[in-house]
């Protein structure tokens, strides 16, 4: 049908007239408050419900399930606010000056981390170093990218229960930080969504799934715990254990066992650190317990051992130090006595100049806290065990490579004479540590830096 065909139809639409039109207006305007009020409500509950309320895509590899809730989220938000600016136009050309916004709110929840991490790479676990990479600096890019933060890091109430120094690893260290959470905020919580309890934590992010599948290999997530407001991973700890591996080869375990057994107990463990004299003013740690057993783990007749070490809190590079002394004492080198003398700060009150314990065997195990209980979704338990067996035939597989290359070398001769009088020479060469030079005492170091501050 062409368009003339429609010239002499009637008008289904006669004008109103201007009373008629009024009312209408009138009735349309009161419909369009009522919507817009219903929308916004609804856009509030969909902003709640998503990862990020300000852009409309999710980062890849997070958790699909959240990832795929959350997109719609967003999508059916993106159209509710379409839908709710083209009403406020609407209603503001009708009636100027009225306001409508749309409410943005993130639920936040405190929350503890239990992670453990494998040191060889890091430079430390902390990140003021200004050295990279950290551990720390690798978990906050992880917990940006899966939007499980908000705001800057100074505002999350971020703490953790320890600094391992380069190299070393943990099992069981703790931070605990604000994050970003499914749960409501609620009153008698610091504004806080999350109790110190294992309530109300049905229905909330999988925060250990989630990280672990952004974090590199060598970081893992095991579990979370909800923390109240006034809770500190540093502050709130009550012991932490170490673990040092280390192969027997010719040691002397008994005379080892015997002296790290004098660690047991408050003392000042100055000569047993790197001295911060500047930060650090109390040297007195109180070590809880000291153990040497033997792995189940062996090579070419040798046999692994590992030296746990469990107290309040540890100076810095004071477990490589003890671990030091102890080795010179399991060789032979330095009785047990050793260990007094050192621990008697009126009688050495400098430190002996010796090399700490190499960094890689170290291993922060746990770190104990009161009424924490960490917990982890079965899925994210699985994927962590599976990560964790790969892991493991991997390096086993690495550590058969080089055992086939040291069989290799086996049909190269070997100059006994030579190898013996350099084993004889290093023995020979060995000064007591009690005759050793030493560092400036912690009263010089202090007197040291203040004549600097006054200049």
């Known amino acids: 049908m062409d368009q003339c065909s429609n010239v002499d139809e009637p008008n289904p639409n006669p004008p109103m007239a201007e009373p008629e039109l009024i009312a209408n207006l009138h009735s349309q305007l009161h419909s369009l408050r009522n919507r817009v009020k219903e929308l916004e409500t609804e856009n509030a509950k969909l902003l709640y419900r998503i990862s990020n309320c300000h852009c409309n895509k999710i980062e890849g590899n997070v958790d699909s399930n959240v990832a795929d809730r959350v997109g719609n989220s967003v999508e059916e938000s993106a159209k509710l606010e379409a839908c709710v600016g083209n009403t406020q136009k609407k209603s503001k050309e009708i009636m100027p000056g009225c306001k409508m916004r749309a409410m943005h709110h993130h639920s936040k929840r405190y929350v503890a981390l239990k992670v453990m991490y494998f040191g060889q790479r890091f430079y430390g676990f902390a990140s003021e170093a200004q050295m990279d990479p950290t551990v720390e600096s690798e978990i906050f890019k992880a917990l940006e990218k899966t939007k499980l933060i908000v705001g800057d890091k100074k505002d999350l109430k971020y703490s953790r229960c320890g600094r391992t120094d380069k190299g070393v690893s943990s099992v069981g260290q703790v931070i605990a930080l604000l994050l970003r959470s499914n749960h409501k905020e609620t009153e008698g919580t610091g504004g806080y969504s999350g109790e110190f309890t294992r309530k109300n934590h049905e229905g909330e992010i999988d925060y250990v799934r989630i990280l672990n599948r952004i974090l590199p290999k060598d970081i893992r997530v095991i579990g979370w715990c909800p923390a109240p407001i006034n809770f500190s991973a540093r502050f709130s700890c009550f012991s932490r254990v170490y673990k040092y591996f280390f192969w027997r080869v010719n040691l002397n375990i008994v005379a080892m066992e015997t002296a790290g057994k004098k660690f ?43 030296m746990k070490i469990k107290g309040s809190a540890f100076l810095w590079h004071q477990v490589r130090c003890m ?36 960094d890689i065997p170290l291993v922060l195990q746990s770190c104990e806290f009161e009424d924490l209980r960490f917990m982890c979704s079965s899925d994210a338990r699985q994927a962590l065990q599976a990560h964790l067996e790969k892991e493991c035939r991997t390096y086993k597989l690495q550590a058969t490579i080089f055992h086939e290359a040291l069989l290799s070398c086996s049909v190269v001769e070997s100059d006994d004479y030579s190898l013996n009088n350099r084993m004889k020479k290093k023995s020979a060469s060995h000064v007591p540590l009690m005759s050793r030079p030493t560092e400036p005492s912690y009263e010089e170091r202090h007197t040291k830096l203040n004549l600097a501050a006054q200049k």
């Open 264 to 306: 047991v107990g408050e003392h000042d463990f100055r000569n047993f650190c790197k001295m911060d004299a500047a930060n650090v003013h109390n040297y007195r740690r109180h070590i809880t317990s000291f153990d040497i057993s033997p792995c189940n783990e062996r090579f070419e007749g040798d046999e692994l051992w590992a």
């Open 323 to 358: 671990v030091a002394v102890l080795f010179l004492v399991g060789q032979g080198l330095e009785s047990p006595n050793v260990i007094d003398a050192l621990l008697d700060i009126e009688r050495t009150s400098r430190k002996p100049q010796y090399t700490m314990a190499p």
